[in-house]
């Protein structure tokens, strides 16, 4: 058995010459090539008038043509003259593969055709080509005969052979058949501008995010009805189910969707930018999220103009951009807006403006006056110079009937029509081809993809002169994406170009040309902050540490003497003194009165056993987070809420891990004064002269206390209040009705705001007593009067334990605090943080947000012009030697 030959080649009369003659160069040795007429060019060539041989489809694979080829000459005759009357509505095909025949073809079939020929000469003929006419016509009835040799070869009985076989193949197996392309119209698109695509569609996803109605390049929108198969036309030529399915309307916002082929790639990847999720290979998990997304939009609505971005990456899709929109309806359900069908009208009508490519899905089924795809089509591009019509089920239809749809006649469109077969059928009951079970996935695509391509065979006839097929329709939306882009591309270039000027000017008169990202701005303020810490280390050090502290021990000291010495509430009810009077205090005593020496040991104890390691390590942990609160209100800082925490955080994550151990370190080096102090001189005269300090201080808030009491009730009204109370002590009842007192004027809360100030005035008087006698008595010189001056005594014992504390402090917290400080805020912020958590922290400042996105305004515009100016470099190429071949070509 012959092995059947793959017949893809068809001679592409697009050229220079009318669409009249190819071009054949002979080569070296007794062989010939044919080669595209608008390629090459050679001295030594032949003109064969192409209407003497019909368009014949030339074999590719001609390495497999065998040794005995006059043996299917008599068939071949018969299936050219066939081929030749059914080629006569066929004007274009292409050349791409004839250049692989052998060179021993046209040396075997020469002598065949000399010797039908009848001429004794042929010898002679077959040695020269440019000798006279003879000789030319020699030649090109060879090449005629090669070609009807070679075509013979492809007999009924081999096709119907090969489907039985292909027909035995597992369904889970993609039908690999180039014979699609017979179903192909010319090509007319040069082949290195198809490289471009993703490079166009680079642009043009950059031109988008510029935002500027004026600037965009174009994309495929898809447009249809509910029921026309549009949704199924996207998924065959992505080769997945992902789009949301349902019986109520589902798709209810655009989906732009960008298919970018990788051939690198394993597996089929999908992207949704604006969710933030990438790498997502499960499809049907992506279908969830779109179906989710669209049933976001209320129902009362029912129609949302905000997109839904998807990117797919995978070996087998090609490079196109598209637009999924919601199909129209012809009658609004009760459950629906009344006004929906003028929504998706509008919705629709937005993205058929140019320069967007329409691509309008109707059923075969439905008749094309009815085509809500068509009407639609026709108001945004009434000469259809933009709009590929898709014909979607063609098996529900007569091939004679779907053929003169195809046809292009009744409703012309100027880029044509495509046939596709976009589901497989559900066959009933065992079938070699579909099981019952619904297939769904990738195992759906196959199945469609199998169907289509075996049933396209089958009417191979019908079909002729038609382009049909799934693969097809992809080529073809390349093709014409790839024109419509570059005929785009000088309008589009120039209008980046003005936009660049005007945004360049306006960056330069706001910000100076002064460049500004949302990393840069981030590490500007970290850096201040870090210098500010470094700052902050040299002036808060060791003195300030204690002066923090001593001033808290202080208070304590102030909150002991009150408790132990000072404190005498006003009770009305007390008729006996617990405690000695403080004046006692100040009068000479003897070295066994050891009530006072008890007092005075219990409140010294009391102050080195109140847990001054915990006090002292929060108290300077505290000083320092509002210190850094103070460093981060100097720096732009202070206007991000987010930074600002994560500014203290970092500072307490610093402290918290040496707050334990350095409050255990300061508790062990305090621990002698629990059992003894000892004070020198020195010690002794500095801490007398800060008790005066601190009586006289407190003298004043006492008075200033008392005398805001006396403003809020009354001078007089209060001095009525104590006079009277200071009375009833005076009777000494037991028994005394407060609220008997009503009757004089006197509230319970005026009662009390007597009592406190009869409180302030014993207080204020007790205070003056003390102050003047350690101030002035000679027993307060001397350390060994310590227990008739608790007062300098305890304030010794604080100024002790501070001293001591802080030197642990500083070696333990501060210095670990000013070393791993900068290092946590390059954690928390360059390490943790995220480019969009900076990008979104940076822009929490309104006019660094606007600094930053004229930034990348300009940059985005820049990057735009530079890849539109290569693409624009490689158009121009490409014509410059388009026009040397074809001035070559004449010249020969």
Request: charged content about 25%; some cysteine; hydrophobic content about 35%.
């Amino acid at each position: 058995m012959i092995p059947i030959l793959n017949r893809r080649l068809i001679l592409n009369t697009q050229s220079i010459f009318s669409r009249r003659f190819l071009f054949i160069r002979p080569t070296s040795g007794n062989t010939s090539r044919l080669i595209p007429n608008h390629r090459h060019h050679h001295n030594n060539g032949i003109l064969i008038p192409t209407r003497n041989i019909g368009f014949i489809k030339v074999l590719a694979k001609a390495t497999r043509l065998p040794a005995y080829i006059g043996g299917g000459m008599a068939a071949g005759g018969t299936y050219i003259a066939y081929k030749v009357e059914q080629a006569s509505s066929y004007t274009q095909e292409q050349l791409g593969r004839f250049k692989d025949f052998t060179d021993g073809v046209f040396d075997k079939t020469g002598e065949f055709f000399k010797s039908m020929s009848g001429g004794e000469n042929g010898g002679d003929n077959s040695s020269g080509g440019g000798d006279g006419g003879g000789n030319g016509n020699d030649a090109a009835t060879a090449i005629g005969g090669a070609t009807a040799a070679a075509v013979g070869l492809t007999s009924d009985d081999e096709d119907e052979t090969a489907i039985e076989d292909e027909d035995e193949d597992d369904m889970e197996t993609l039908i690999e058949e180039d014979d699609d392309e017979d179903f192909e119209g010319p090509d007319e698109t040069d082949d290195n501008m198809l490289n471009l695509t993703r490079q166009m569609i680079e642009i043009r996803n950059i031109l988008a995010s510029i935002d500027h109605d004026g600037i965009k390049l174009p994309s495929i929108v898809v447009i249809g009805s509910q029921s026309s198969g549009k949704s199924s036309v996207l998924e065959s030529i992505v080769g997945q189910e992902f789009l949301p399915k349902g019986s109520n309307m589902v798709t209810r916002r655009p989906i732009e969707l960008t298919l970018v082929n990788t051939p690198e790639s394993a597996s089929n990847v999908a992207e949704l930018p604006a969710l933030k999720i990438n790498n997502l290979t499960d499809f049907t998990q992506l279908q969830k999220i779109l179906y989710d997304l669209n049933m976001a939009v209320p129902e009362s609505e029912c129609i949302s103009n905000d997109p839904i971005q998807v990117t797919i990456r995978s070996p087998k899709v090609p490079d196109l951009s598209l637009v999924d929109l919601p199909g129209y309806i012809q009658v609004e359900a009760a459950d629906q807006p009344t006004e929906l069908k003028k929504k998706i009208r509008e919705l629709c009508f937005k993205y058929l403006e140019p320069p967007n490519v329409i691509l309008a899905i109707s059923a075969a089924d439905v008749d094309l006056a009815n085509s809500a795809a068509l009407r639609a089509s026709r108001l945004a591009d009434p000469r259809g110079e933009r709009t590929i019509g898709v014909i979607t089920k063609l098996d529900l239809v007569s091939a004679k009937e779907a053929h003169s749809i195809l046809t292009n006649r009744k409703y012309p469109l100027r880029l044509g029509y495509v046939g596709v077969i976009t589901k497989a059928p559900q066959a009933k009951g065992n079938s070699s081809l579909f099981s019952r079970n619904k297939v769904t996935g990738y195992q759906a695509f196959v199945a469609q993809q199998n169907f289509e391509h075996n049933y396209l065979r089958e009417h191979k006839e019908d079909f002729y002169g038609t382009t049909v097929g799934t693969r097809n329709l992809k080529k073809k939306l390349m093709k014409v994406l790839e024109k419509t882009m570059a005929a785009s591309l000088r309008p589009t270039h120039l209008a980046i170009q003005q936009e660049l000027e005007e945004t360049s000017y306006q960056f330069k008169v706001e910000f100076n040309d002064r460049p500004l990202t949302p990393e840069m701005y981030l590490a500007n303020n970290i850096d201040m902050l870090k210098l500010g810490t470094k700052d902050l280390s040299h002036h808060f050090s060791r003195n300030e540490l204690k002066a923090i502290l001593k001033n808290a021990l202080d208070q304590k000291v102030l909150d002991l003497l009150a408790e132990r010495y000072w404190n005498k509430p006003f009770d009305l009810n007390s008729t006996t003194v617990v405690e000695p009077n403080l004046k006692e205090l100040t009068q000479a005593i003897h070295d066994d009165d050891i009530y006072w020496h008890r007092k005075l040991d219990l409140a010294s104890g009391s102050l080195t056993k109140l847990g001054v390691g915990r006090l002292s390590t929060n108290l300077i942990t505290n000083a320092l987070l509002t210190e850094v609160e103070n460093l981060v209100d100097n720096t732009q800082l202070k206007n991000h809420p987010m930074a600002k925490q994560a500014v203290k955080d970092a500072a307490k994550t610093v402290l918290g891990a040496k707050y334990y151990s350095t409050a255990d370190q300061v508790e062990n080096c305090i621990k002698p004064y629990k059992y003894e102090v000892e004070i020198e001189d020195r010690e002794w005269d500095t801490s007398k002269a800060n008790a005066v300090a601190l009586l006289k201080e407190e003298m004043r808030q006492c008075d200033e206390v008392y005398n805001d009491l006396k403003h809020h009730v009354g001078g007089r009204k209060l001095q009525q209040v104590v006079t009277y109370l200071e009375k009833l002590k005076q009777t000494k009842s037991e028994n005394i009705d407060l609220t008997s007192n009503e009757a004089l004027g006197f509230s319970p809360t005026l009662i009390q705001r007597g009592k406190d100030a009869i409180f302030l005035k014993d207080r204020l008087s007790l205070l003056k007593m003390r102050y003047q006698f350690i101030k002035s008595s000679k027993k307060c010189k001397s350390k060994e009067n310590k227990y008739q001056c608790p007062e300098v005594f305890l304030d010794a014992v604080a100024t002790k334990i501070s001293t001591t504390a802080i030197l642990f402090l500083n070696v333990e917290l501060l210095s670990d605090f000013y070393y791993n400080f900068p290092r946590e805020l390059d954690v928390k912020f360059f390490t943790n943080l995220s480019k969009d958590e900076i990008e979104r922290f940076a822009k929490e400042d309104s006019k660094i947000k606007k600094h930053i996105e004229l930034q990348e305004r300009k940059d985005l515009l820049e990057n735009a012009l530079s890849k539109i100016e290569s693409v624009l470099a490689i158009q121009r190429g490409q014509s410059k030697d388009k026009e040397e071949d074809h001035k070559s070509i004449f010249k020969w």
